[in-house]
């Protein structure tokens, strides 16, 4: 039996269609996978593989084929993600109190690349230069897809040192590890024009992008914070009870403080903590928080969906067994090792360090750096196999770790005092470990 109409459907009705999926799945599916070992990162790769395997899909979102829309999505979707972790910190910033953020940029990170680089350069066989663009790339951990492991909404008191740890680390080296992709491009030209490098690369991209980036994203935290809380009562932004300002804080920190060549990431996040800070305890920031949350969880789901079909596109095609191993030596063992390097002397427990070391988990920031490296580095020959091995890195991560955040974050909470499902406070199953400077 035929149809009474011919059924060729319009591309723009299916769009909207898949839209009104996505966001459904957005709302849905954080609250269903709340007890399961399984994270919303999994679920997407895997539905972007299926889409993507159907013969009526053509498209392949390879990175060298879209290597300027890669590196812009990624972008976006970091900085979102850089606005929402800022604005969830409850802890009052200070060197002390953020001790253990410092060991894992200053420490940690500093050793993985070194370590990935040694890794790529000597085993691998890549070039030293392209070896320091993976390790620069592959060192940070993503503030985009670990929120199983960051703190909770403002005030929410979801905020252990391993918690704020990772969240503070994710907010952090992303701004801090720019340097290093900045020194692997420094290199490359020098080995072509043979120019002197080392003072340009260290007073732009290092004292003044590092510097400028802090003052700028601080200054218009101060802004947006006076603006928001401060100003006269009937024109204060918070009575509007509009989470979209987070929004406007976020790209206009970005925008004007890249306008004036610093580093955008590392000032949005310190333009959050101070926008957090202008009134710690107004109910408006969770509306903020939970605005960015919604638009940084939809664009997460939209690119993993592309990864997913990236993989399925032979994407993982150009790597070689040497790869393979060293994949699973940066996560098992250099990540691992550095975060407990790192974490020498610290006043946390030791499963709290444990897992703090673990949990270095690799996303949508190294697919950000491998993009902009690759597009500002002229006659790259190992494109392909840098994007596989990063995709790797990359897929592994978010299995190994989707798998084990939950049994270990909700064991965690049990050790704190906190019922997993809840948040609050329960008796302890046992003797704690030694109490750490909050």
Known sequence: MSLPFSWSPDPYILVLTGAGV????????????????????????????????????????????????????????????????????????????????????????????????????????????????????????????????????????????????????????????????HLAIALAAASTTGEPWFAHWLSLNVVWEIGAGVAGGYAIGKLFGWLTFHVPAKTKLAKTGDGLIALSATFVSYGVTELIHCYGFLAVFVTALTFRHAHRDHDFQRDMHALTEQIERIAMMVLLILFGGALVSGLLAPLRWVDVAAVLAILLVIRPLTGLLGLLGHPADGRERLTLAFFGIRGVGSIYYLAYGLNHIEGVQDGERLWAIVGLVILVSILMHGLTVTPIMRRLDRTHGRDPDTGQATPPPGLQGPATER
């Open 22 to 181: 996505l966001i459904a799945l957005v709302a849905w599916l954080p609250l269903a996978l709340r007890r399961l070992p399984l994270s919303l990162p999994i679920v997407c790769i895997g539905l972007g593989a299926l889409i993507f395997s159907l013969p009526q899909v053509t498209l392949r979102p390879l990175p060298l084929h879209h290597p300027e829309l890669v590196e812009r999505f990624s972008e976006f979707v970091v900085i979102i993600a850089l606005m929402g972790a800022g604005l969830k910190i409850d802890r009052v910033f200070g060197f002390r109190r953020w001790s253990v953020a410092w060991r894992l940029i200053g420490i940690t990170m500093p050793l993985g690349i070194a370590a990935i680089t040694m890794l790529a350069g000597w085993w691998i066989g890549l070039s030293w230069t392209l070896a320091l663009l993976l390790g620069a790339a592959l060192a940070p951990t993503d503030p985009v897809l670990a929120a199983d492991v960051q703190v909770g909404p403002p005030k929410s008191g979801e905020e252990d040192e391993v918690r704020f740890g990772l969240t503070s680390e994710a907010g952090l080296n992303d701004g801090f590890a720019f340097p290093f992709v």
